[in-house]
Nanobody, 121 residues
């Protein structure tokens, strides 16, 4: 049974910082991909950042230089350090992980339940 648990959301003033965490528990898989998405009120879910197992990263243009994705492989945890936050960063943030099994399950993607980030004065 795979569980994806996010934490770290909350209310922060513009210019402030938050750190989101996402732990994927379970056994029998590798995680070649971990990513963050977000969904603002009334808008579709959008890509924010991606980190591949080899270390390469991709970011949404509007968050480059402010948000940093990283991972702790020993803990199966991905982080999103969010700096210089803006009101337009307000959204529910979702963790996404690609799980590679060595059996018939193959490759699966799992999602967290989401954590709310509100940037407001």
């Amino acid at each position: 049974q795979v569980q994806v648990v996010e934490s770290g959301g909350g209310l922060v003033q513009p210019g402030g910082s938050l750190r989101l965490s996402c732990e994927v528990s379970g056994t029998g898989f590798d995680m070649p991909l971990m990513a963050w998405y977000r969904q603002a009120p009334g808008k579709p879910r959008e890509f924010v950042a991606r980190l591949l197992y080899g270390g390469s990263t991709n970011y949404k243009d509007s968050v480059k230089g402010r948000l940093i994705i990283s991972r702790d492989n020993a803990k199966n945890t991905v982080y999103l350090q969010m700096n210089n936050l803006k009101p337009e960063d307000t959204a529910v943030y979702y963790c996404n992980a690609g799980l590679q099994y060595g059996d018939e399950r193959g490759y699966l993607e799992v999602w967290g339940q989401g954590t709310l980030v509100t940037v407001s004065s």
